[in-house]
């Protein structure tokens, strides 16, 4: 008897929910952009090979993509995320290519930056500021 009676209040009880409720603000209809904004990758692997989004360029190829890019407009963002093994001079020459085009800007950012453990300069004079450039920030 007291199994069934525990067996009834057990079927009738309402059930557990496992959520949580959040109130989400409401879309903007001005403002109907991609979910995902652009945003363009440049990794150096420990190898020295350059990986646009993932594919393999040489440097003519680098070149004209980076020429491509500042011709858009808005820009997309341009991460720049080098192997912490990549070969320095490969990095950096992909660093001077990247300012001579023009794209060392507020669209520049570097990619996992809590990898790397010093930031300090000598003096904030040498801090280079960034000319204003409306870019998509993801």
Same mark, same amino acid.
């Given at each position: $008897?007291?199994?069934?009676?525990?067996?009834?209040?057990?079927?009738?009880?309402?059930?557990?929910?496992?959520?949580?409720?959040?109130?989400?603000?409401?879309?903007?209809?001005?403002?109907?952009?991609? #979910?995902? !904004?652009?945003?363009?990758?440049?990794?150096?692997? @420990?190898?020295?090979?350059?990986?646009?989004?993932?594919?393999?360029?040489?440097?003519?190829?680098?070149?004209?993509? #980076?020429?491509?890019?500042?011709?858009?407009?808005?820009?997309?963002?341009? $991460?720049?995320?080098?192997?912490?093994? @990549? !070969?320095?001079?490969?990095?950096?020459? @992909?660093?001077?290519?990247?300012?001579?085009?023009?794209?060392?800007?507020?669209?520049?950012?570097?990619?996992?930056?809590?990898?790397?453990?010093?930031?300090?300069?000598?003096?904030?004079?040498?801090?280079?500021?960034?000319? !204003?450039?409306?870019?998509?920030?993801?």
């Amino acid at each position: $008897m007291l199994l069934t009676v525990t067996l009834v209040f057990a079927a009738l009880r309402p059930p557990v929910t496992h959520a949580l409720t959040v109130d989400l603000p409401l879309p903007n209809p001005t403002y109907l952009g991609p #979910l995902t !904004p652009n945003a363009n990758r440049l990794h150096v692997n @420990a190898d020295g090979q350059l990986l646009w989004n993932s594919y393999p360029v040489d440097d003519a190829q680098f070149e004209l993509i #980076l020429a491509q890019i500042r011709e858009l407009s808005p820009q997309p963002v341009l $991460m720049f995320d080098p192997a912490a093994d @990549a !070969p320095y001079e490969v990095a950096l020459d @992909a660093l001077s290519k990247i300012h001579r085009a023009g794209l060392v800007d507020n669209c520049f950012r570097f990619d996992h930056v809590s990898r790397y453990r010093r930031y300090e300069v000598e003096t904030p004079d040498q801090l280079v500021l960034a000319e !204003p450039v409306e870019c998509t920030i993801p």
